[in-house]
C-alpha cells in the first residue's frame, strides 16, 4: 500500500478500534491513538521526503453515477505535503500532551477516539483532490468537532456550544455547496484539474465566476471563523484545551484558508470576490483584536486572537498573496498550538481556574513560561521569530495593493502586541492572585516537552532554511514595513506593560468590547424573531389553508348528510309523496326530452 | 260524441285523486280506499282502451278482470296487516307508525 494512504487511513482505523471495541479502556484507546498518529507522523515524512511527480495522483472511486465519477484521489503535491507535515506533527504533540492533560478523565478513551476520527478528517481535506471529497472530510471535520468540543456532555455549556459550532458551519456550507454546484455545473467537472481546464467556462472577471468565488468562500467564512459567523469559535474553548490547541488554532479553522489556497486558481478570476474576501479578513482581524483586549479568561483571549490571525489569512488570500497566507497558516499552527498547550498547562496547573485575575506569579513554572513568552513574541511579530516573517508577508502585501487595510493589519498588529502583552503580564509576572496560583508547580514532562517541541519551530520557522522546503516564497524585498509593524507592536508591548504591570484588576472596562459587540446577543434576538414569525405563518397555513380544506370536506359531508336524511322521514305518506314526484319527473323526461 | 280522451281523462283525475287520499289522509283505512281508487282508475283505462281499439281481442276487458282479483285479494291481505297493525299500536293514524324514521 502506498504511504499516503497509510497516513490517511490510520487513524481511521484508530478511530473505529476505540469506537466498537476498546472506549471504556483508556489507556488501551490512548496507546492505539497515538501509536496511530505516530504511524502516521512517520509515513508522512516518507510521503514528504518522495518527490512530487512519484506521488502524483493516486485515486480509489468511490462514486460512479452515469458519467459522473467521484474517487476518493490523494493529490500530493507542495502544498498538501506542506499541511499534511503540520497536521501530523502538531497532532501527534498534540496526543502526547492529552494522554497527561486527560489522565483522570472519564471519557479518556473516548477523547482518544475522537481525536483520532478528526485527524482522519482533515488530513483527508489535505488531500483531497476533488470538490466532493473535499466537502465530505470538510462536514466530517466538523462531526469530529462537535463530538470534541461536547466531551464533557453532561455538562450545560459544552453541547450548547458544540451546537453552535456545527450550526454556523452549516450556514457556511449552505454557500459552500451551492457554489461547488455552480462550478460543477459551469465547467462540467468537480477535480481540480478538471476545473483547471475548463476555468474559461466560468469566464474571467464575470460575474458567474465571482458568484461562484463568493459561495465558495463562504465555507472557509463557516469554517475559518470569519465575521459574521466566527461567533463558534469563542464558545469552542467549552472543549478540553488540547482540542482547542489542535482543532481551533492549528488545524481545522486553518482549512478553510487551506482549501482558499487550493482553490486560488478559481478565485484569480474574480477580483472582485478577491477584493470582498480581504475586507471580510481585514474585519475579522481587527475586530477580533479588539474583543481580545478586554477578556478575563486565558482560553478566550487566545481563541480571539486566532480569529484576529485568521482574518490576517483571509486577507492575505484576498491580497492575491496566497504564499503569504499559507506561511502564516504554517508559523501559526506552530505558535498557536504551542500557546495553547502552554494555557493548557496553566490551567492545570492552577487546578483549572481559567480567569487571568486569578492567577499571576506562574514565572515559577520554568519550562510554561519560557515557551509561552517565545509563542507570545512569535505571535506579536517580534523581529526574527517565526510570526515575524509570516506577518510582515502579509503586511508587505497590504501595503502595495490596499493602503486602508493595511492600516488596519497594523492596528490589528498593534492590538495584538496589547492584549498578548497583558495575558502573559497578568498570568505569569507580578504576585500570585489565588490560592491555586501560589499552590502551582511545572506540569509533568508528557505536557511540557511538547511545549518545547512546538517553541523551536515557532522560533526558527521563519528563516528561509526552514520554510523553503514548505513554500515558494516571493523574494524578500527591502521594504519599510517590517519596521513600521515591529513599532507598531513595540507600541503595544510598552502599552500593555504600562497598563497592566502589577495590577489586581483590569483597570479598563469597555463594555462593548466585553461584550463581544452583542453579537451573540443580536444572533438570538435574530434567530428568535425568525422562529417566531416562521411558528406565526406554519400556525396560519396549518389553521386556514390546510385546515379549511379538511374543514370544507368534513363540513360538506356532513351537510350533504343532512340533506339525504330529510327525506328519511320514516312518514309512509312523505315517501309515496315522493315516489309520485319522481314518477312525474319521469315522465317528464321520456316524453319532453 | 264521447272519445277516448274524455275517458282518459277522468282516469286520470280518480288517479290523481286516489293519489292526492293516499298523500293527505291520515287514517290508514281511508288510505287505502285512495288506493283502491288508483287501481279502478288503471281498470277504467284499460276498459276505455280496449272499447276504442279496433282489434278484436278485447284484451283489456280481460286485464280488468285479473286486476279487479288481484285487487281484493290485495285488501284482504292489506287489512289484515291493519289489524294486526292496530292491535300492536293501538291506533290507525299513520303518523304515529313512524318506525322507519331514521
Given at each position: 500500500?502506498?504511504?499516503?494512504?497509510?497516513?490517511?487511513?490510520?487513524?481511521?482505523?484508530?478511530?473505529?478500534?476505540i469506537?466498537?471495541?476498546?472506549?471504556?479502556?483508556?489507556?488501551?484507546?490512548?496507546?492505539?491513538?497515538?501509536?496511530?498518529?505516530?504511524?502516521?507522523l512517520?509515513?508522512?515524512?516518507?510521503?514528504?521526503?518522495?518527490?512530487?511527480?512519484?506521488?502524483?495522483?493516486?485515486?480509489?472511486?468511490?462514486?460512479?453515477?452515469?458519467?459522473?465519477?467521484?474517487?476518493?484521489?490523494?493529490?500530493?503535491?507542495?502544498?498538501?505535503?506542506?499541511?499534511?507535515?503540520?497536521?501530523t506533527?502538531?497532532g501527534?504533540?498534540?496526543?502526547?500532551?492529552?494522554?497527561?492533560?486527560?489522565a483522570?478523565?472519564?471519557?479518556?478513551?473516548?477523547?482518544?477516539?475522537g481525536?483520532?476520527l478528526?485527524?482522519?478528517?482533515?488530513?483527508?481535506?489535505v488531500?483531497?483532490?476533488?470538490?466532493?471529497?473535499?466537502?465530505?472530510?470538510?462536514?466530517?471535520?466538523?462531526v469530529?468537532?462537535?463530538?470534541l468540543?461536547g466531551?464533557?456532555?453532561?455538562?450545560?455549556?459544552?453541547?450548547a456550544?458544540?451546537?453552535?459550532?456545527?450550526?454556523?458551519?452549516?450556514?457556511?456550507?449552505?454557500?459552500?455547496?451551492?457554489?461547488?454546484?455552480?462550478?460543477?455545473?459551469?465547467t462540467?467537472?468537480?477535480h481540480?484539474?478538471?476545473?483547471a481546464?475548463?476555468?474559461g467556462?466560468?469566464?474571467?472577471?464575470?460575474?458567474?465566476?465571482?458568484?461562484?468565488?463568493l459561495?465558495?468562500?463562504?465555507?472557509?467564512?463557516?469554517?475559518?471563523?470569519?465575521?459574521?459567523?466566527?461567533v463558534w469559535?469563542?464558545?469552542?474553548?467549552?472543549?478540553?484545551?488540547?482540542v482547542?490547541?489542535?482543532?481551533?488554532?492549528a488545524?481545522?479553522?486553518?482549512?478553510?484558508?487551506?482549501?482558499?489556497?487550493?482553490?486560488?486558481?478559481?478565485?484569480?478570476?474574480?477580483p472582485?470576490?478577491?477584493?470582498?474576501?480581504?475586507?471580510?479578513?481585514?474585519?475579522?482581524?481587527?475586530?477580533?483584536?479588539l474583543?481580545?483586549?478586554?477578556?478575563?479568561?486565558?482560553?478566550?483571549?487566545?481563541?480571539?486572537?486566532?480569529?484576529?490571525?485568521l482574518?490576517?489569512?483571509?486577507?492575505?488570500?484576498?491580497?492575491?498573496?496566497?504564499?503569504?497566507?499559507?506561511?502564516?497558516?504554517?508559523?501559526?499552527?506552530?505558535?498557536?498550538?504551542?500557546?495553547?498547550?502552554?494555557s493548557?498547562?496553566?490551567?492545570?496547573?492552577?487546578?483549572?481556574?481559567?480567569?487571568?485575575?486569578?492567577?499571576?506569579?506562574?514565572?515559577?513554572?520554568?519550562?510554561?513560561?519560557?515557551?509561552?513568552?517565545?509563542g507570545?513574541l512569535?505571535?506579536?511579530?517580534?523581529?526574527?521569530?517565526?510570526?515575524?516573517?509570516?506577518?510582515?508577508?502579509?503586511?508587505?502585501a497590504?501595503?502595495?495593493?490596499?493602503?486602508?487595510?493595511?492600516?488596519?493589519?497594523?492596528?490589528?498588529?498593534?492590538?495584538?502586541?496589547?492584549?498578548?502583552t497583558?495575558?502573559?503580564?497578568?498570568?505569569f509576572?507580578?504576585?500570585?492572585?489565588?490560592?491555586?496560583?501560589?499552590k502551582?508547580h511545572?506540569?509533568?514532562?508528557?505536557?511540557?516537552?511538547?511545549?518545547?517541541?512546538?517553541?523551536?519551530?515557532?522560533?526558527?520557522?521563519?528563516?528561509?532554511?526552514?520554510?523553503?522546503?514548505?513554500?515558494?516564497?516571493a523574494?524578500?524585498?527591502?521594504?519599510?514595513?517590517?519596521?513600521?509593524?515591529t513599532?507598531?507592536?513595540?507600541?503595544?508591548?510598552?502599552?500593555?506593560?504600562?497598563?497592566?504591570?502589577?495590577?489586581?484588576?483590569?483597570?479598563m472596562?469597555?463594555?462593548p468590547?466585553a461584550?463581544?459587540?452583542?453579537?451573540?446577543?443580536?444572533?438570538?434576538?435574530?434567530?428568535?424573531?425568525?422562529q417566531?414569525?416562521?411558528?406565526?405563518?406554519?400556525?396560519f397555513?396549518d389553521?386556514?389553508?390546510?385546515?379549511?380544506?379538511?374543514r370544507l370536506v368534513?363540513g360538506?359531508?356532513?351537510?350533504?348528510?343532512?340533506?339525504?336524511?330529510?327525506?328519511?322521514?320514516?312518514?309512509?305518506?312523505?315517501?309515496?309523496?315522493?315516489?309520485?314526484?319522481?314518477?312525474?319527473a319521469?315522465?317528464?323526461?321520456?316524453?319532453?326530452? | 260524441?264521447v272519445?277516448l280522451?274524455d275517458?282518459?281523462l277522468?282516469s286520470?283525475?280518480?288517479?290523481?285523486?286516489?293519489?292526492?287520499?293516499v298523500?293527505?289522509?291520515?287514517n290508514?283505512?281511508?288510505?287505502?280506499?285512495?288506493?283502491?281508487m288508483?287501481?279502478?282508475?288503471?281498470?277504467?283505462?284499460?276498459?276505455?282502451?280496449?272499447?276504442?281499439?279496433?282489434?278484436?281481442a278485447?284484451?283489456?276487458?280481460?286485464?280488468?278482470?285479473?286486476?279487479?282479483?288481484?285487487?281484493?285479494?290485495?285488501?284482504?291481505?292489506?287489512?289484515?296487516i291493519?289489524?294486526?297493525?292496530?292491535?300492536?299500536?293501538?291506533?290507525?293514524?299513520?303518523?304515529?307508525?313512524?318506525?322507519?324514521?331514521?
Amino acid at each position: 500500500m502506498d504511504l499516503p494512504w497509510i497516513v490517511l487511513f490510520t487513524p481511521l482505523v484508530s478511530a473505529f478500534l476505540i469506537g466498537v471495541f476498546t472506549k471504556r479502556l483508556h489507556n488501551i484507546s490512548a496507546g492505539i491513538s497515538i501509536l496511530a498518529v505516530l504511524i502516521s507522523l512517520g509515513a508522512s515524512i516518507g510521503v514528504f521526503l518522495q518527490p512530487d511527480a512519484a506521488a502524483g495522483s493516486l485515486s480509489l472511486p468511490w462514486l460512479s453515477a452515469g458519467d459522473f465519477q467521484v474517487n476518493i484521489g490523494l493529490k500530493i503535491d507542495q502544498l498538501s505535503k506542506a499541511m499534511m507535515l503540520i497536521v501530523t506533527i502538531v497532532g501527534t504533540l498534540v496526543h502526547l500532551y492529552s494522554y497527561a492533560y486527560m489522565a483522570g478523565d472519564e471519557g479518556k478513551g473516548r477523547f482518544f477516539g475522537g481525536l483520532s476520527l478528526f485527524m482522519f478528517s482533515m488530513l483527508g481535506i489535505v488531500f483531497a483532490d476533488n470538490f466532493v471529497m473535499m466537502f465530505i472530510f470538510w462536514e466530517l471535520v466538523g462531526v469530529s468537532s462537535f463530538l470534541l468540543i461536547g466531551h464533557w456532555y453532561y455538562r450545560n455549556a459544552p453541547p450548547a456550544a458544540a451546537n453552535k459550532a456545527f450550526l454556523a458551519n452549516r450556514i457556511g456550507d449552505f454557500g459552500f455547496m451551492f457554489g461547488i454546484l455552480l462550478i460543477w455545473v459551469t465547467t462540467g467537472s468537480i477535480h481540480f484539474s478538471g476545473i483547471a481546464e475548463n476555468l474559461g467556462k466560468l469566464g474571467a472577471h464575470s460575474t458567474l465566476a465571482t458568484v461562484a468565488a463568493l459561495l465558495i468562500f463562504c465555507g472557509a467564512v463557516g469554517k475559518s471563523a470569519q465575521f459574521p459567523l466566527h461567533v463558534w469559535l469563542p464558545d469552542a474553548m467549552e472543549g478540553p484545551t488540547p482540542v482547542s490547541a489542535l482543532i481551533h488554532a492549528a488545524t481545522m479553522v486553518a482549512a478553510g484558508v487551506y482549501m482558499l489556497a487550493r482553490v486560488f486558481f478559481i478565485l484569480e478570476i474574480a477580483p472582485d470576490a478577491l477584493t470582498v474576501i480581504m475586507w471580510i479578513g481585514a474585519i475579522t482581524a481587527l475586530l477580533s483584536a479588539l474583543i481580545a483586549t478586554q477578556q478575563n479568561d486565558i482560553k478566550k483571549v487566545l481563541a480571539y486572537s486566532t480569529l484576529s490571525q485568521l482574518g490576517y489569512m483571509v486577507m492575505a488570500i484576498g491580497l492575491v498573496a496566497k504564499d503569504a497566507a499559507m506561511f502564516h497558516l504554517i508559523t501559526h499552527a506552530f505558535f498557536k498550538a504551542l500557546l495553547f498547550l502552554g494555557s493548557g498547562a496553566v490551567i492545570y496547573a492552577c487546578h483549572h481556574e481559567q480567569n487571568i485575575w486569578k492567577m499571576g506569579g506562574l514565572k515559577k513554572l520554568p519550562f510554561t513560561t519560557l515557551t509561552f513568552l517565545i509563542g507570545t513574541l512569535a505571535l506579536m511579530g517580534f523581529p526574527y521569530l517565526s510570526g515575524f516573517f509570516s506577518k510582515d508577508a502579509i503586511l508587505i502585501a497590504a501595503y502595495h495593493h490596499s493602503q486602508p487595510v493595511f492600516w488596519i493589519g497594523l492596528g490589528a498588529a498593534f492590538l495584538t502586541a496589547f492584549y498578548m502583552t497583558r495575558l502573559f503580564v497578568v498570568v505569569f509576572l507580578g504576585k500570585e492572585r489565588s490560592h491555586e496560583a501560589e499552590k502551582a508547580h511545572e506540569v509533568p514532562v508528557l505536557m511540557w516537552l511538547p511545549l518545547v517541541l512546538l517553541a523551536i519551530p515557532s522560533a526558527i520557522a521563519g528563516y528561509d532554511f526552514f520554510i523553503k522546503h514548505f513554500l515558494t516564497l516571493a523574494p524578500h524585498e527591502a521594504s519599510k514595513v517590517p519596521i513600521i509593524a515591529t513599532a507598531a507592536a513595540g507600541l503595544g508591548i510598552v502599552a500593555g506593560g504600562l497598563l497592566y504591570w502589577g495590577r489586581r484588576s483590569d483597570p479598563m472596562y469597555l463594555e462593548p468590547l466585553a461584550k463581544k459587540f452583542y453579537f451573540d446577543e443580536f444572533y438570538a434576538f435574530l434567530i428568535r424573531n425568525t422562529q417566531d414569525l416562521l411558528a406565526r405563518l406554519s400556525a396560519f397555513l396549518d389553521r386556514w389553508v390546510i385546515g379549511l380544506t379538511v374543514r370544507l370536506v368534513s363540513g360538506g359531508t356532513w351537510g350533504a348528510g343532512f340533506l339525504l336524511r330529510c327525506f328519511q322521514v320514516g312518514n309512509l305518506q312523505g315517501y309515496a309523496l315522493l315516489f309520485g314526484a319522481g314518477v312525474v319527473a319521469l315522465f317528464y323526461f321520456v316524453i319532453f326530452q | 260524441m264521447v272519445t277516448l280522451n274524455d275517458y282518459l281523462l277522468v282516469s286520470g283525475l280518480f288517479f290523481a285523486l286516489g293519489f292526492a287520499g293516499v298523500l293527505m289522509r291520515r287514517n290508514l283505512i281511508v288510505m287505502f280506499m285512495g288506493l283502491e281508487m288508483m287501481l279502478n282508475a288503471a281498470n277504467l283505462s284499460l276498459v276505455a282502451f280496449s272499447r276504442f281499439s279496433h282489434s278484436g281481442a278485447a284484451a283489456g276487458h280481460m286485464l280488468v278482470f285479473f286486476i279487479i282479483t288481484v285487487a281484493a285479494a290485495e285488501v284482504a291481505v292489506g287489512l289484515a296487516i291493519i289489524v294486526a297493525l292496530y292491535r300492536a299500536k293501538q291506533t290507525t293514524h299513520v303518523e304515529d307508525i313512524a318506525k322507519l324514521r331514521s
